[in-house]
């Protein structure tokens, strides 16, 4: 789910509309968005990155975060999405304090993006 709005409302992600193409067309998707290894490589590529100096920055662990992660990249989790405090404080009592492999824990956490 994706939390939309002021008043945060939760509202299908794109997995939904995904499944829902790959039944009418009878067709097998690609997964090229986050954490998919193939949009990381695409993104060093064109821009010629060194990814150990790159900063990924998202509101979610399950894909922002383990995309940074996954692609070698530090990754920083702002507060102002779908993961909450209390998610984090959760996360960090798992594995050492590492999280998960599906919801690692960032390198850094900001309350918003101002703070960048």
Do not use: W
């Amino acid at each position: 789910y994706d939390l939309v709005g002021a008043d945060a409302r939760h509202l299908p992600g794109n997995g939904a509309l995904v499944k829902s193409l790959e039944h009418c067309s009878q067709r097998k998707a690609v997964c090229v968005g986050k954490p998919s290894p193939l949009l990381a490589e695409l993104i060093r590529d064109d821009h010629d990155l060194d990814v150990s100096k790159c900063l990924f920055v998202g509101d979610r662990l399950d894909t922002d975060v383990r995309f940074g992660q996954e692609s070698n990249m530090k990754s920083a989790l702002v507060l102002t999405g779908c993961t909450t405090v209390e998610k984090v404080v959760q996360m960090s009592q798992i594995n050492h304090g590492r999280g998960t492999k599906e919801e690692p824990l960032p390198t850094v956490i900001l309350p918003h993006m101002g703070l960048l």
